[in-house]
C-alpha cells in the first residue's frame, strides 16, 4: 500500500514560485501515474496535473498550463510540481494521487478523482500579497 506525504506549501506574494513535493513509502510508485490536484476554499476539488508513470507525458488543467509544472523521480519515488507566477486564485490545500491502476495509458484530459488512489493529506498554498 502506498503512502503519500505533501510538503513544501506555504504563503508567497502574486507572482512568486514554490515547489511541492509527495514523497512515497510502502511500495514504489515507479509504476504509477502521479496526479496533483487542489481544494480552494468552499470549492470542490479540482485536477491540477498529471505525469505518465514513465514521466514522458504530462497534462495541465488550463487554468495552470505554463505556470505549473509537474515531474518526477522514480529513483526516489518522488513527485513534485513546480509553481510560478502564483496567482491569488492558487490558493488552495494541494493533494497528490497516485493512479491505482500501474502502468495505466496517458492522460489526454483530466483524469477522474476515482482513478486514483491513495492520496496525500495535502499542503497549504496561500498567495496573497
Not at 486564485?89 to 496517458?106: I, M, N, Q, R, S
Amino acid at each position: 500500500q502506498v503512502h503519500l506525504v505533501e510538503s513544501g506549501g506555504g504563503s508567497v506574494p502574486p507572482g512568486g514560485s514554490l515547489r511541492l513535493s509527495c514523497a512515497a513509502s510502502g511500495r514504489s510508485i515507479s509504476d504509477l501515474a502521479m496526479a496533483w490536484f487542489r481544494q480552494a476554499p468552499g470549492k470542490e476539488r479540482e485536477f491540477v496535473a498529471v505525469i505518465h508513470w514513465r514521466g514522458y507525458h504530462t497534462f495541465y488543467a488550463d487554468s495552470v498550463k505554463g505556470r505549473f509544472t509537474i515531474s518526477r523521480d522514480n529513483n526516489k519515488d518522488m513527485a513534485f510540481l513546480q509553481m510560478d507566477s502564483l496567482k491569488p486564485e492558487d490558493t488552495a490545500v494541494y493533494f497528490c494521487a497516485a493512479e491505482k491502476a500501474p502502468y495505466g495509458t496517458l492522460w489526454n484530459r483530466p483524469p477522474p478523482e476515482s482513478f486514483f488512489d491513495p492520496w496525500g493529506q495535502g499542503t497549504q498554498v496561500t498567495v496573497s500579497s
